[in-house]
């Protein structure tokens, strides 16, 4: 081992400053260990020492390695810092306080000592302003668990030296991380790329379209979330995640892509966190979700026959499915007055399209088929106002003859998978379309930092970019809100049909 920086410190021993102690303990640097609680260093070398002993004796090091990481972190005082070529602050989150470390430091250390900070939510830039040497400071942003959280986002100030923003990522290779390059933005890449999930999901909830266990199975079952966004924000809990939310929002001046909700505020003042207190979006007993069960589909005997729409999305799919589910499909230019009427809009709510194409809305009914059948594990029909019981009952019970779940939302601009979807992949294209960060820098980033199935952009391209686009122009149209519109990255890769992870010349 010969690591880029063989001594290094790390200040603040809490979750953070632990975790980045270990992995840079095992990539063989020297460690010194300084927080300001004299306890707090001590404390944190003797449950690294369990931790290795744990390592050790599953087998994932051997005796003597284990030894050697030990003997690698020194608690210290900052006066230890003149031979380290690296310092990473982990401390607490306070710009005034932040700085003024860096300040003391810089004054200890050599001039040629790499200065970062594990920062999630200040400007690296706002940190390094007043130093003498601003161009030594990065920003080196892991995440928690730090060992298990394989990346970390290398954070450029303005005044940055590359040089030094290459040093840490090749540090981070050789931790064990992938480094992603992020420009000095709010959130960086995770915490902005994030914001789609839960602030749409929010605002689905605020709609009343559908409860957050409906929310929560459809986006699990048709995009192929490990967590709905509400069994998320519960294992996260809302004191963490419902600040970070505000943070970037106003961060960024009130950009309505990233509006908060007053939905998870007031949970937050009523101290209704999440899993931690017992109560959030699910209530837990003995740590276990309890998830209210899901309607059986209703027996229907008497099926009537069914319409497709011809502007329906994926049609040819659509009449292959209702072919295998044995409906009776009917081919004539309108529906007749039994029919069941299908829609399959992207982007409008069922009630326009019934308009639009002067259907009976009584007996219409929509399904979401911006994501291919073969590839979700449910299908998820939407009614307007005016549908018919039976009707409902009737579209129900027929998606559901295969023994496929089958969820029945209400009407809403964008189903809730084109919704979400649509606002994930919006908000990275923006990202990119800022320079942000790389688009593979992206995708590696949020899938190895929020382990969504597919990197955003990948996720718009597997649905097509021109979907995606259609939903976003579409929802604007529906609800006339800003927040819907269509990136220019997106708009252009969309338009003329191109990937969107291609860069341009
Ligand atoms: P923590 O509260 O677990 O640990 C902070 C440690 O810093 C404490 O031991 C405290 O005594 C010490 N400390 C505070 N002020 C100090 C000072 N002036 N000088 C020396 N030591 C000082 O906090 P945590 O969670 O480890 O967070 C630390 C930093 O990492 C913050 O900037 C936070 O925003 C950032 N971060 C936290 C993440 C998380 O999930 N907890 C994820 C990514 C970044």
């Known amino acids: 081992m010969n690591p880029t920086f063989p001594t290094i410190a790390v200040i603040g021993a809490g979750a953070m400053g632990r975790g980045i102690a270990q992995i840079a303990a095992q990539a063989g640097s020297l460690v010194r260990l300084v927080d300001n609680q004299a306890e ?35 608690p210290g005082t900052l006066s230890d810092l003149a031979d380290c070529q690296m310092v990473v602050e982990a401390i607490v989150e306070r710009l005034d306080v932040k700085r003024s470390l860096f300040a003391q430091i810089e004054d200890i250390v050599a001039p040629s000592t790499v200065l970062a900070t594990n920062t999630s939510s200040l400007s690296v830039t706002a940190i390094a302003a007043g130093l003498k040497r601003p161009g030594q400071l990065a920003g080196f942003h892991f995440f928690n668990p730090v060992p298990l959280m394989k990346v970390v986002e290398v954070i450029a100030g303005l005044k940055t030296d590359p040089a030094v923003a290459q040093g840490l990522a090749r540090y981070a290779r050789e931790m064990g991380h992938t480094p992603v390059q992020a420009a ?35 986006l699990r079952d048709q995009v192929g979330f490990k967590l709905g966004p509400f069994e998320l924000m519960d294992l996260t809990a809302l004191d963490v995640s419902h600040p970070v939310m ?84 009917e081919t004539g230019q309108s529906p007749s007055a039994q029919a069941l009427t299908l829609v399959a809009p992207l982007g409008f709510d069922v009630t326009t399209v019934a308009v639009v194409e002067r259907l009976d809305p009584a007996r219409t009914v929509g399904i979401d088929m911006l994501i291919e059948d073969a ?45 979400v979807v649509a606002t994930i992949v919006n908000i990275a294209s923006d990202m990119c379309q800022q320079g942000i960060c790389s688009p593979a820098d992206l995708e590696t980033a949020v899938t190895l930092g929020l382990g969504y199935p597919l990197g955003p952009l990948a996720m718009g391209n597997r ?20 927040r819907y519109r269509p990136s220019p990255w997106l708009h252009r890769r969309g338009a003329i049909g191109l990937s969107l992870l291609q860069e341009e010349s």
């Open 246 to 329: 505000e943070s970037v929002y106003n961060q960024y001046y009130q950009e309505p892509r990233y509006r908060p909700s007053v939905i998870t505020a007031q949970r937050l003042a009523g101290g209704v966190l999440g899993r931690k207190t017992g109560q959030g979006f699910y209530n837990y007993l003995d740590g276990k979700a309890q998830v209210p069960a899901e309607a059986p589909a209703p027996e229907v005997s008497d099926m009537p026959p069914v319409w497709v729409s011809t502007r329906a999305a994926r049609r040819a799919e659509l009449l292959q499915l209702l072919k295998d589910l044995g409906a009776k499909i």
């Open 463 to 482: 649905w097509g970019p021109t979907n995606v686009l259609e939903v976003l122009f579409n929802m604007q149209t529906v609800y006339g809100d800003p």
């Open 375 to 419: 590839a979700t594990r449910r299908r998820v029909l939407a009614s307007n106002p005016a549908t018919r019981a039976d009707m409902k009952a009737a579209a129900h019970a027929l998606f559901a003859r295969d023994g496929k779940p089958v969820s029945l939302i209400r009407d809403s601009g964008g189903f809730i998978s084109q919704r």
């Open 184 to 218: 000095d933005t709010p959130g960086f890449i995770v915490n902005h790329a994030g914001r789609g999930y839960n602030t749409e999901a929010l605002r689905i909830v605020s709609e009343g379209v559908a409860d957050f266990a409906t929310i929560d199975r459809i």
């Open 40 to 74: 707090a260093s001590i404390q944190a070398k003797a449950a690294l020492a369990d931790q290795w002993d744990k390592l050790a004796a599953k087998g994932k090091l051997d005796a003597a390695q284990a030894q050697a990481c030990k003997d690698r972190i020194q």
